[in-house]
């Protein structure tokens, strides 16, 4: 177990509790901060990425729970059978009740694809320029934000979309960058920031599974032994974030977020020539 001590296993424990309590606060955070930290201690990128993506599985989904118990956004799946798409598909056809579940169904669906073909090609893609493109990206929708924060967009199914397949596709190869894409992409189409944080919580969920099933599909060697660490520490943190998200406006959510989105990606930048 690379030759843990207890004060290196409460470390873990802590690391994961503080960048979960971002990540379920703001919807992103986790994986970006997390990953570039566990490698600088001297984990493989074998134990860390897989690692990373089930305490997020889990976190993810308790998150979502806890966030729609708050009221912080309203998860209906039941099937909405007077939404005109059921009624063209007949009996076989679903789709979710309310409004904020079909925005977590279409980029559950995006993360699939996207998760399914990074995984693949996470061992022959140069990193470099995946990085560069998402450093940059992010740190655009963070100047974006911060300059229409007060601004009410029109919300749009084709950014939910795009942004929903690259997001996937920079977390199953490596670790990070789906919230920073994700929940600043929605509310630059027009949902409500603290929608979006629970929205990307369930969505980066499904995509954490997706990416762990098909490590296993692809009998990939993986060291699982800093897995249950992670996932401790951050399943400690989603009440208290949860709750931080009920308190705060609306409008300061989204200033907070604009700036975390900003700072992430210019860390994102920092990092490829440190």
Known sequence: MWGLTLIDLLLLVVLAFFCEFIDSSLGMGYGTTLAPLLLLMGFNPLAVVPAILLSELITGALAAFMHHRAGNVQFDFSNDKEHYMRKRLGRLGYIPKSFDSKIAMVLAICSFLGAVVAVFVAISLPKFYLKLFIGLIVSAMGVI??????????????????????????????????????????ILSGVKSKASVAITSLAESFTCLVGISVYFLLGTAVDWSI????????????PFSTFAVRRISLGKLTLVVGIATLLLGLYTLCSLFA
């Open 227 to 238: 897995a249950p660490y992670l996932a401790l520490g951050a399943v400690l943190s989603v």
């Open 145 to 186: 934000i911060l300059s229409r924060y007060r601004a009410k967009p029109k919300f749009s199914w084709n950014k939910i979309v795009g942004l929903g397949v690259v997001a996937a596709f920079n977390k199953g190869l490596s670790g990070g960058g789906y919230g920073p894409l994700v929940t600043s992409g929605q």
